[in-house]
């Protein structure tokens, strides 16, 4: 085992975690634009304004997690990703374009990114909910990309499957994080959707299991190299249902996202040693050692001044108050109290 | 036209749009920083009220350019697979960094606009340092890896495969360090008229308050800042360009023929067929002055290379000679307005209509800047190494797919401007108003 192999490992490592944590928050991002399209239809505004209140002020934040893997991909197994990109051409544009649609959702609802929640009670405006149809599509675009990187191809049912899965995920999580920040009792309409959304997770998941060995490759290479991870998923379904009869929002929310996570990971160690299923192999077409290298060092570290400088605007924007030292930092230099 | 020319077309497409939308991201926090800097120097409202607006749009604008470079991305790995076989692992480190200043500044500028009314003035202002840093560092990288597409060093490859690379092989690209200052300056040259325009077309229609004045005067300070220093980055950079891309810098010139004592010729329209320049003002011996420093130099021709190798001679001479008329009436413009401000009169209609005209010039100069760079390019994806070609898919339902995604990056653009334009106009914020992130 020579360091070569060990950064390998670790850019591996990034790009699960990268994976995995877009494919959470990306995927609520996704999730709430859906619901804002449904309530739009239903008129329901303080649901609306929910909605809206519920996704990250940041634009990049949620999805700054897929850049990053696939930088990270692109310079670890550039041959592969060359190789592989050529199959996913409809599902990364639908991607794409479902990532611009989120953002114009940010700028259009008159918050813009960056800017405070609006005042209780304005109205959202009619282009938001236009352009949450293309980023509500985006997860059924993405699972179908993961899909067909399984499988080999984009045609055939897997892919369209693991569409549907992901887009279910990503509804799923959206509502327990609506349920989660409710505050008071949520609405009985807002459980059952929950219920109802958890119930079509479990649909899709089934229905994907039963599709993969007619079209992807044998269900036992997917359970038993990602066995624990299915078995962890099986648990954070138990906590999840758990949670919600006993109406434990917050733990319902968070077992819905580690289900996602594992979910996620559990298809990507599934996926070892291919990028494209019995074509591509992650090891053909390697990156030089020096890129390699320097990824693996890169990538945590700058991860890590980026996760420090996002905690802090995090605790700045919540708590929406400066602590009573001098010790807040904005930027370089230290702040006080005006 | 084969699918690759069609993907090499809505590629530059989505790419002009996103170089626009980058030149933003990079000078509007200077703008911002440069206002705040005003208002604690002054204490007049209108440098508060300037910053914290172009504050709040330079959130929305690192939103779309963060959105449109993610597009680039995700169409960089699917719509050019040669180009990410071998350009890919040597890209990736720096795009990596670039990607991670870029949240950076993202960071820095929601913790910057947090602060507003929460901290001391003096406090505040130097909490814009970083965004402004941030936002530099990542459009240098960036620029850093252009410079090593089109002067490609410190790796080696084989039939459009990397074999090895240096770690940052693409920062030792001799161009960089000259490209960098030269496209930085060009950015803050562009957006500062751009935005001083939209303030006089407010104050041609009647609005000549100290609000629209102090846009204009701090818009133009830094844009006319940055016009002044540009001969400094931008002499190298040409000389670079006739060391390295001696047949991009013949094009400039529609220098047709290898020659010494070289004259620098002004206008003219070259004829193709007749291999020379017809018409234009010419300075005997100013280009070998100018390449060399010497007045007997010799300047490479297009002649060193066969017809069908030349890059597009029209479109980069047109290019060219826009991108000097509109690099001169710039500095031009902005000195009228200081010489009219040192003597203590504000300014008339004329020189509002030249200012405004000036925006137009602005983008003009940066447009045409972006065509010579893309244009001078062509054929390549990565110079001497792999061909456009060569780099794009061969996927025939990818020009259709493409069309789309350039429509919404050309979208992405298109719901800035408004919102830029809308902010200037609008009246100086009252109260009431929050002010958290705002």
New interface residues.
Partial sequence: VTIVDLAVLAIDAWVVLALAAWAVAGGTDFGLAGWALLTRATGDADLRESIARAGSPLWIVPHAWLLLAVLLLIGRAPSGVADAGGILLLPIAGLAVGLAARVFVHVSDGRGPLVSPRAAGAQVPGGASAFAAPAAAAPFCAGTALGALATGSVHGNVPLAAGALALALAAFMAVLRLLHRAGDPPSRELRRTAWVTGGVVIAAGALLMVLVPSGGPPLTSILLPAGFVMVAAGAAVGVCCWALLVRRYGAASYAGQALTALLVTAAVAAQSPWLLQGAVPLRDGAAPDGTILFLAIAAPVGAAAVLRSAAALRREATTDQLPPTSSRRIGFLPLQRH | MDVPSVVSLLSVTALTAHLVLCALSLALPILSLAAEWRWVRTERVQYRTLARRWA?AT??T???T??????L???????W??G??????????V???A??TG??A??????????W????PR??L??????VLWAVATGGLLLVAHAWLQRPVG?TAADG????????AVARSPLAAAHVAHVILACCTAVGFLVASIYAAGALRGRRDAYHHAGMAVALAVGMTAALLQPLAGLPALRNMAAYQPMKFAATQAHFETSAAAPLVFGGVPDLAARRLRGGIPVPRALSFLVAGDRSAVVMGLDETATSAWPNVLAIRTAFQLLLLFGTMLPIIGMAYWLRQWRGRDPGPLLLAAIMAGGVFAVGDFLAGATVSIAGQYPWFVRHVLRLADAA?Q?P??PA??A??AV?HV??LG?LLP?LTRSAASAPEGAGT?V???
């Fill in positions: 709040r959130a929305v690192f939103s779309l963060a959105a449109s470079g993610a597009l991305l995700l169409q960089l790995a699917v719509f697979p040669g990410v076989q071998l350009a890919g692992g040597v890209l990736a480190p795009l990596l960094l990607f991670f949240t950076m993202t960071i820095a500028l929601a913790r910057h606009n947090h602060g009314d929460r901290v001391k406090e505040h130097p909490g814009g340092v970083p965004v790796f495969v990397l074999l090895d690379a240096l770690p940052l898919t996927d339902a990818a797919v493409l789309v995604l919404v979208a992405l719901c919102l929050s958290v992130f705002r």
